[in-house]
């Protein structure tokens, strides 16, 4: 049995780690070598490093999103390493290190095809709360809008309206109430995080007579800024379709190559999504997870 260490992770370590991850996968390539430099740069972000003889062979990185949530990402093992309990030795590093900073919620994602994930995360009885699937659609040029919808930008007078909204169960989306962050980090959508996304001008709603009826929230990809990405949408039935439309005319307006998101598996929304001209960019779905640290 090799002996593993870990360790956070040094400036050093980036060509050890970035050449085992160029064979993460075996039909598709890694992002890690693009992401890395910002990822060890964030201070609320930490990435783990798992070392045989002072060599790395293995990562994982938490992201602390709130004063109790954290996000998991990047989770990787050299090939010629793996099956060795490396990621059961960086996990558990990593749910101490949250235990000492009192971080009570830790969430990830994982893909429907990637089994050795689902099946660790079935062991340590980590629920599934949500499945999402990703969705593109290109800018356009012009919307036809009804009369009586109007898209605008949420302002600050507005918030206490737009706030009762998100919780109300007439707006189709997801039950949980999830803002996607950049680099897709989903934290709970409460509302000092709401407040401060509008401020940021972020936030989009549709108006019907003066009442808001759809909301969404501009999120980003970590590593490419042309995409107009979102990273929350709900509204009520009438108003879905026409909000996706108008986002698509505003990713035009504002330049951007494309856009797309990460989008519950609601069927209605789902169906809206087709109609608004946005298709999904990959084939199976995403599992969301959520467990405590402390249990
Ligand atoms: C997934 C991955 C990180 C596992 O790393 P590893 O060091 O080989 O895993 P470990 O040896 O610590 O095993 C962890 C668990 O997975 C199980 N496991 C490992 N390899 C397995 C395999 N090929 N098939 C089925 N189960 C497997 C182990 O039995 C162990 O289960 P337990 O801890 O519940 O008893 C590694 O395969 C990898 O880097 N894969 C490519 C990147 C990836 O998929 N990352 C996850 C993205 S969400």
């Keep these: 049995m090799v002996e593993v260490q870990v360790r956070l992770a040094r400036a050093e370590d980036r060509e050890a780690v970035f050449a085992f991850c160029q064979h993460t996968w075996e039909n598709q390539s890694d992002y890690i070598h693009l992401v890395w430099d910002r990822w060890f740069a964030q201070p609320k972000g930490r990435i783990f490093v798992a070392v045989v003889n002072d060599v790395p062979v293995g990562i994982a990185r938490v992201f602390i ?30 749910q101490q290190f949250l235990r000492e900073n009192n971080i009570k919620i830790s969430r990830c994602i994982v893909r429907s095809e990637d089994k050795v994930m689902l099946g660790m995360m079935a062991r340590r009885n980590r629920s599934i709360i949500g499945h999402y699937i990703p969705h593109r659609s290109t800018p356009i040029s012009t919307v036809e809008s009804l009369s009586d919808l109007v898209f ?17 169960s007439e707006f189709y989306g997801e039950n949980n109430c999830f803002y996607i962050g950049p680099g897709a980090k989903w934290q709970e959508l409460k509302i000092e995080l709401f407040k401060n996304l509008i401020e940021r001008g972020l936030v989009w709603g549709i108006k019907q007579s003066d009442r808001l009826v ?23 039935k009438e108003s879905l379709q026409i909000l996706l439309l108008e986002l698509r005319h505003l990713a035009f307006q504002k330049k951007y190559s494309s856009l797309g998101g990460f989008f519950p598996t609601c069927d209605l929304l789902l169906n809206y999504l087709e109609k608004a001209g946005f298709w999904k960019s990959y084939t199976g779905e995403f599992s969301l997870f959520e467990w405590d640290d402390f249990s």
Excluded: M
């Design 65 to 94: 999103v709130s004063d109790s949530e954290a996000w998991w990402e990047g989770l990787r093992v050299d090939r010629a390493y793996r099956g060795l309990g490396i990621a059961r030795i960086l996990n558990s590093q990593i």
């Design 152 to 168: 605008t930008q949420l302002n600050f007078p507005g918030i206490n309206l737009a706030w009762e909204l998100v919780n109300s």
């Design 214 to 236: 759809g909301l969404a929230i501009q999120s980003a990809l970590e590593r490419d800024k042309k995409v107009f990405w979102l990273g929350y949408i709900r509204g009520t």
